[in-house]
């Protein structure tokens, strides 16, 4: 599958999927200093996922300063043809100042075994083949 280099940040799409519903989720960054994947609310509310009274809130620290998140397992999320069932994620505030829906995080990445290729701008997964993935072959 193929990354977007836009301002000096890795770029890609990816589905989730909650309670039935699907919304695909654009300007992900790819950020292997993330523990944890973050998902706008405005980018996931469209798939149902919405605060409730009795989520628990935390707040997450990066070096764009404080968020306050909630978690919530989402039915599956998927990159490129790769899904990864129950994965639970952050769900807050991305700053509207960037085009950025959330961040895809090593939580994710290490789970599926992720290769990242920074001469093609690639991502592919164990299993697939990569000149294939890029219509290459």
């Not at 836009?6 to 292997?32: C, E, I």
């Not at 290490?110 to 697939?128: M, S, Y």
Request: zero cysteines; a negative charge.
């Amino acid at each position: 599958m193929r990354l977007t280099l836009r301002d000096g940040l890795l770029f890609l799409s990816a589905t989730v999927r909650y309670q039935g519903k699907q919304v695909t989720v654009p300007n992900l960054v790819v950020d292997t200093g993330s523990a944890a994947t973050l998902l706008s609310t405005d980018a996931v509310a469209p798939a149902g996922i919405v605060p409730e009274p009795d989520d628990v809130l935390h707040v997450v620290r990066s070096i764009a300063g404080a968020e306050v998140v909630f978690s919530r397992r989402l039915d599956g999320l998927q990159v490129g043809k790769r899904t990864v069932t129950q994965f639970e994620v952050e769900i807050g505030g991305v700053d509207p100042a960037f085009d950025i829906n959330g961040i895809l995080g090593l939580d994710f990445l290490l789970r599926t075994g992720a290769v990242l290729d920074l001469g093609t701008l690639t991502i592919h997964f164990p299993g697939e083949h990569p000149a294939l993935e890029q219509g290459q072959a």
